[in-house]
């Protein structure tokens, strides 16, 4: 009997950092663990760089924001976009205000998460991109909220739109379930 609760002990306290499946140094308070049909994404948020913006997208997951949120603009060799829970067209977002930006010298290299806005610097409020290649002429000039750490295979199956529409994809994929890696299930 005593055997048996220890394996169930174990079984308990071992399972939330198998499912987590972080990599080594990765704070699970700031991992966002974003799933879609063609695999999981792991992305470690930078709230040293950008505080508010990081914030804003654990709030967001929190409240179930972005399920089922359309990768909506996706430019192959540039960016993939998604965060737009509310339309899912791109010209949607959150109840929340807007966040003023909070711009640093990180670099737009493959794999940063960077926060879309309108043409006003302080217009960023749910939506993002993940960058598939270095793009130098968003520095300094775009909000970098994070990194993917784990997934880039995945980013790169996502479906693209046409070049002659700036990217608009039709029948879009997914974000299935985005959530914080402490607190997932």
Avoid at 32 to 60: F, N, S
Avoid at 79 to 92: E, H, K, L, P, Y
Avoid at 100 to 111: H, Q
Wanted: one cysteine or more.
């Amino acid at each position: 009997m005593i055997r048996i609760f220890a394996v169930v002990a174990a079984l308990v306290c071992v399972a939330p950092v198998l499912a987590q499946n972080l990599p080594a140094g990765v704070d699970p308070q700031n991992a966002i663990l974003l799933d879609t049909k063609h695999g999981r994404i792991v992305i470690r948020l930078r709230p040293d760089l950008a505080p508010q913006h990081a914030e804003r997208i654990k709030m967001l997951s929190r409240e179930g924001f972005y399920n089922n949120a359309p990768f909506h603009r996706v430019i192959g060799g540039f960016m993939a976009q998604t965060g737009d829970g509310a339309r899912g067209d791109g010209t949607g977002k959150s109840k929340h205000p807007d966040l003023p930006a909070e711009f640093s010298s990180a670099p737009f290299a493959r794999g940063v998460v960077g926060m879309a806005r309108s043409q006003n610097p302080n217009s960023a409020n749910a939506q993002f991109f993940i960058m598939f290649a270095p793009a130098t002429h968003l520095n300094g000039q775009y909000t970098v909220v994070g990194e993917v750490v784990s997934g880039m295979d995945a980013v790169d199956k996502l479906k693209k739109g046409p070049p002659e529409h700036n990217g608009a994809v039709t029948d879009p994929d997914r974000i299935v379930r985005m959530q914080i890696a402490a607190g997932a299930h």
